[in-house]
């Protein structure tokens, strides 16, 4: 059974501060995506990650796989009460269904 | 456009009712999901319909009856439901990139509560 494993499940920053989020698994995955839901809302595509070492900037957000495809990273800089939200990553391998993370609960606060 | 609809927005139903949600996309995604989602968890897989056909069924009780009437729609029949029900029920869809994943792409969600 693969597993994503993320962390940490609660964050909460004061505005402007940094932080990262990460998504561990022990299994390879073909690619990973990264969402983030608002309360009472769909989960939003934020962006998917393909290739191994690949990185994507998405305005502050850095997203990051890792080399072997097992693990992602989201960076976030100077966070903003906008950023708010809860986020999810979820992996395919290679079919059409997704492992999901258990999600991070971020806070940002003015 | 990347947009999934779901009607209704929320929908509150006694034990004895039956009420359908409704999922509609036209992207041409050939695979179609529904989830439920508690509060502060990830989304749970319900069902998947590949090409209109019923792929994937997560040992969902009968009281929850899925339909693909064609490509674009997909409905959740509900009937006889549970107060532990109550949540949010997500719709998705998904397609093949060029590069051989799927990425997914949801609906607003149909918050349902269970009397």
């Known amino acids: 059974t693969q597993l994503l494993e993320q962390s940490p499940q609660f964050l909460s920053i004061q505005e402007g501060e940094n932080l990262t989020v990460y998504c561990n698994s022990s299994s390879v995955f073909s690619s990973l995506q990264w969402y983030r839901q608002e309360p009472g809302e769909g989960p939003v595509l934020l962006v998917t990650v393909v290739t191994g070492g690949e990185v994507k900037k998405l305005k502050r957000l850095t997203f990051q796989f890792g080399d072997a495809r097992k693990d992602s990273s989201l960076h976030i800089t100077a966070a903003q009460p906008g950023d708010t939200g809860l986020y999810l990553c979820?992996?395919?391998?290679?079919?059409?269904?997704?492992?999901w993370g258990a999600g991070t609960k971020l806070i940002i606060k003015p | 456009d990347t947009e999934v609809t779901q009607t209704p927005k929320h929908l509150v139903m006694g034990m004895t009712n039956k009420k359908s949600l409704k999922c509609e996309q036209h992207m041409g995604h050939r695979a179609m999901y529904w989830y439920k989602q508690k509060a502060k968890k990830p989304p749970e897989l319900m069902f998947v319909?590949?090409?209109?056909?019923?792929?994937i069924n997560e040992s969902v009780p009968s009281r929850f009856s899925p339909e693909c009437p064609n490509s674009s729609l997909l409905n959740l029949h509900l009937h006889a439901l549970q107060p532990e029900d109550s949540a949010l029920y997500l719709c998705?869809?998904?397609?093949?990139?060029?590069?051989?994943?799927?990425?997914?792409?949801f609906g607003p969600g149909t918050r349902l509560t269970v009397t």
């Open positions: 998705a869809s998904s397609s093949r990139q060029e590069r051989g994943f799927y990425e997914q792409y």
């Open positions: 319909y590949s090409y209109e056909k019923l792929s």
């Open positions: 979820a992996g395919s391998d290679s079919n059409y269904q997704l492992i």
